[in-house]
C-alpha cells in the first residue's frame, strides 16, 4: 500500500504512488507528509530569506551592517550601500547620506570618512569633493628666481608664475622686476637727424638727445660739424682791427 508509506522530510508523496522530492519553492520539514508548503520569503523590512528547499523553511535574518533592504519583499538577499552612503547597524531599512565634511568612496560600508583638509597655507583644492570622492589637495607653485607671481593662489586655484620680460639692446628698464611684479622695458629715444646725444642709452637709462647748436653766420663760423655724438661747434669771427683789412670773406666753415 503506497499510500502507508512515510516519506522522510524533504520528500513528500505529491499524489505520487512514492515519495518524492519537493519541486523547487517547496519544502517540508517533517517525516510522512502528503504534499510540500509553498517558500514563504515575506520579510520585514531590513531583513531577508535565507535559503527555502528541501526541508528547510529558511528564515529571516537581519541584512548585515553595510547593507539594507528597503520594505518588506520577497528579497533573498539584502542591498549593499552605494558610495556616498552608509549603514552602522544591521538590520538597517535605508542607508544614510555622508554628512557634511565627510565621503564614502567604497559600497557596503558601516561609516563614512572625513573629507582631507588642505593647508591654506601651502595647498589648493586641485579637486572639489563628493559624497563618493575626497577633495584632492595640491601643493602651491613657488615662483623661481627668474619669475614673478602675476596671480595669486586661492582656495580653489594654484598660483600663476611668469617669466620676467627680458628689455631688448634697444630698450631700458623703467621698473626693476620683483617677486610680485613684472620688469618694465622702454624704447631708447632715437635722436633725430638735426640732433646729438647727450647722454648715450644703457640698460637702465634712456637716451638723452638734444638740437644741435645752430651758429649765427653773421658772427659765427662752423668749426666742426655737429654729429650724432657731438655737438655743432661755433666759433666768433675774426674782426679786423684798426689798421688792418679783410683779404677774404667768412664762410660759413671759414
Known sequence: DWS?????????????????NCPSQTFHDSTGATSCKACAYACTAG?????????????CQQCTAGQYNAAATLA??????????????????????CAAGQYQDFSRSTACKPLTTCNAATQYEFSAPTVSSDRVCASNTPCGLSQYESAPETASSDRVCKEHTLCSSTQWETTAPGPAQDRVCKDHAVCGATQWATKQAGTHHNRVCADHTMCD????????????????????????SAGWHQLEAPTSTT
Open 4 to 20: 502507508s508509506d512515510v516519506c522522510s522530510s524533504d520528500l513528500a508523496l505529491e499524489g505520487k504512488a512514492s515519495c518524492a
Open 217 to 240: 653766420l653773421t658772427k659765427t663760423f662752423i668749426a666742426a660739424q655737429g654729429s650724432a655724438h657731438a655737438d655743432r661747434v661755433c666759433e666768433p669771427l675774426r674782426t679786423c
Open 76 to 97: 533573498q538577499d539584502c542591498a549593499d550601500c552605494v558610495p556616498g552612503r552608509y549603514a552602522a547597524a544591521a538590520g538597517s531599512a535605508s542607508c544614510t547620506p
Open 47 to 59: 531583513h531577508f530569506h535565507t535559503a527555502c528547499g528541501c526541508s528547510n523553511a529558511g528564515h
